[in-house]
């Protein structure tokens, strides 16, 4: 249950319409580096899209999936910036899409109880569990399905 801890929902936003990161990064990766983008891409809990400034993508991931993630762009010159935005699941749901809410409600069904959170909060106070257990605290998902 600890390993929540070190998750994050980052933000990574490019200077540049998708089409381009798909020229910049796609079409130069290797066989290797095409499997693991796509199995990211399916497997993941992650969302993307265009914006005024440029595109972005989002994940909810671990130190080592960024670090890979950052070493790609790296690798092949794209710029980017990135941002936390895991608090805005508890203050502007609105900010996700229906899917990656989906996906990520899916993931802590599967990884978090309600027994949990409250060991871990009597351990180290409500202020300090993260905020997907807040979240998920939040929804009490395991009570909206036995409904």
Request: proline letters at 3%.
């Amino acid at each position: 249950m600890k390993y929540l801890t070190n998750f994050r929902i980052i933000r990574f936003e490019y200077p540049f319409p998708t089409e381009e990161l798909t020229v910049r990064i796609w079409d130069k990766m290797d066989e290797t580096e095409t499997k693991w983008a796509i199995q990211l891409t399916l497997k993941g809990i992650n969302d993307t899209g265009d914006s005024p400034m440029g595109s972005w993508d989002i994940f909810f991931l671990d130190d080592k999936l960024q670090e890979k993630i950052e070493e790609v762009l790296k690798k092949y010159d794209v710029p980017y910036k990135t941002d936390d935005h895991g608090n805005k699941l508890l203050d502007d749901l609105e900010y996700f899409s229906k899917e990656f809410l989906e996906k990520l409600d899916s993931y802590l069904g599967e990884n978090l109880t309600i027994d949990d959170i409250l060991d871990r909060i009597l351990e180290v106070g409500y202020e300090n569990i993260t905020v997907f257990e807040k979240y998920y605290l939040g929804n009490n998902i395991e009570i909206k399905e036995k409904k």
